[in-house]
């Protein structure tokens, strides 16, 4: 029973190495800019920075860089390959994740239930798939989740070095402390369930677990991190931690009609812990957006054995080259990523001819920049007004920059004026952008379809 699933685990990250080898899109945030730069600061001074190094309007206050290792990965890929290395990176991210959740379906189930449930979660995963460190931890995810279902299904605890999962998982992304109450869930399935020494086992394994997700530079403050990130009341105001927006078909709605219907049936049943994870990850989804690959992920494995119950695993036999062939398959296309040219241009994240017109001695001074090009500024060597950092910015400084962007003039002329800022940089069109070309005492440096500069017509007072 292993060819097959090995065959479709191999076709599976052929998949998702193309996805995330070859489509421009997953540069198209700007939080990217950032994380190289991060990348490089750590790699340069060899440390984690505890203390923001990126703004003048925060600059030295404590900004948890819990992302540092998918950061130093991320810069090492592009000083290696350039973007196309950073292509290959997530690649190759993508394309364990989904070898991982295809291999454990098709060793549970048959083929045909098994590719329409890997398709589903890997267009549900293609949604949010963004040059970021939250990609680089999904493998981290799908192994630890696969462990954690088959360790239920022999009736034991996973074995403590999985735990060391978890210690890469906690230095690349705040995630991890889903997989340490994924772990609790099933630790208190196995309880109820069982009762016996594998329970026992199990409160062993989450323990360790834990103390492996402290061996991180921040030590319990990285631990608590994502409980205070969830916390934070602006978090909703960011597109990807807002609702799932069903206003247009998505993988998610089909994937959510889909297991509706299979569940209607009857044929599938799944046990009330499991169903209710389910629902739980159900609800992440729909709360944020960004939880969708999430469900995508995790969904899949922890009903892989209803789904082997209803549709048994059949062997079939395969041709002997098919094998070789997707073994083969990957590193041709990863060697057509590194041939094929991967080049950054104009795009709504990344004002290149806008900055290029910015004298290097007013680059030096405070900008007002708008949210989406802290990214690319910051890897300018820019120090910034805002970017992506959600969670280095208080509340009232957020919400006032919603005012900017809603071109809000009192609270443009009111942030020129408090943070002496000699240059602005908004894309052209934008309320900002217009705002601040009916603001006395500035005018425009340069504009072009993608950005506009604006400058004072005095340099400000001293003071």
Known sequence: MREPSTLFALAAFAAGAVLAGFLPQIFNDADTWWHLAAGDWILAHRAVPVRDIFTYTFANTPWNAHEWLSEVLMAGAFAAGGWAGLHILFALALGVTAATVAGALRRRTDVIPALLVSILGLACVAGGLLARPHILALPMLAIWTSALVEARERGTAPPLRLAIIMLVWANLHGGFAFGLALAVALGTEAWVMERGRAAKAWAVFVGVSILAALITPQGLEGLLFPIKLLAMPGLATIGEWGPSNFGRPTPFLFALLGMSLVLMTGKVRLPLSRALLIVALIYLALSHARHVMLFAVVAPLLAAPALGAAWPARSQNSPRWLLPV??????????????????????????????????????????????????????????????????????????????????????????LARYKVAWTIYPSGSRSALALDRIPGWHRLYADPNAVVHVRDQPPPPG
């Open 326 to 415: 997707l073994a083969a398959l990957p590193l041709v296309l990863l060697l057509a990523r590194l041939t094929l040219p991967a080049a950054r241009s104009e795009d709504r994240v990344t004002p290149i001819a806008a900055l290029a017109h910015v004298p290097l001695p007013l680059r030096a001074q405070p900008v007002l920049n708008a949210y989406d090009y802290g990214g690319y500024l910051i890897h300018q060597g820019v120090k910034v007004f805002v970017d992506g950092r959600t969670d280095l910015y208080p509340t009232d400084f957020m919400k006032n920059d919603d005012r900017l962007a809603a071109g809000d003039a009192g609270a443009m002329a009111a942030t």
